[in-house]
């Protein structure tokens, strides 16, 4: 997304939070692409209106150039005041302040937001991932790309077998 539009979402976000029903504009955001099915599952997923909206507000910045003005779309389609007002904030928010070479990137757990590239130290693959949060810990990477795909790589550890309880254990060879 255009740092210009994160900025008018990021100075208007209470704003937003607190005068928004994501019920209403989701669907057509999927509709437009712009929310896949599981984004509208987490979303739906939250229990209150603002944690949807919280959901779905975080969610935007991430998915691509054109997922601003689908959001102003989606709230110009539904004709109510309150949105129509909420345009004309987001229109006139002032984005003097904001240096589009320095793209505010949200990051979660350490881990790196945006396009990243990373190269495994055991081999010498290199992968390009986009709108991705990396999160490193105990041999592995896990890469959650945010549209409910999870990718893990394992780097020179495998993962624990299962012990005690739990474990899988082969039945015995039956006798002949």
């Known amino acids: 997304m255009d ?31 712009v929310l896949s099915i599981d984004d ?3 979303i739906e997923a939250r229990t209150t209106t ?21 959001f102003v779309g989606a709230l110009k389609d539904q004709k109510v005041k309150v ?9 006139k ?4 302040d904001v240096d ?3 793209s505010s990137s949200s990051s ?16 010498a693959n290199t992968m390009q991932v986009c709108n991705t949060s990396i999160v490193r810990g105990s041999g592995n990477i896990v890469i959650n790309t945010g549209s409910g795909c999870t990718i893990n790589r394992y780097t020179n550890v495998p993962p624990p077998k299962p012990v005690g309880r739990g474990a899988i254990r082969k039945p015995p060879n039956p006798k002949k």
Do not use: C, W
């Open 83 to 91: 949105y129509d007002e909420l345009v004309e904030l987001l229109e």
């Open 50 to 70: 603002r944690d949807k909206n919280f959901q779905l507000l975080t969610m935007l910045p991430r998915r691509g150039e054109g997922a601003y003005g689908h």
């Open 93 to 96: 928010t002032d984005v003097s």
């Open 100 to 102: 589009p070479k320095k």
């Open 40 to 42: 509208l599952e987490r």
């Open 108 to 123: 979660t757990q350490g881990g790196a937001s945006g396009v990243t590239t990373f190269t495994t130290r055991s081999t």
């Open 3 to 33: 740092p210009y539009d994160q900025a008018r979402l990021r100075k208007n976000h209470t704003k937003l939070l607190d005068n928004i029903e994501s019920p209403h504009l989701i669907h057509y955001l999927f509709e437009k692409e």
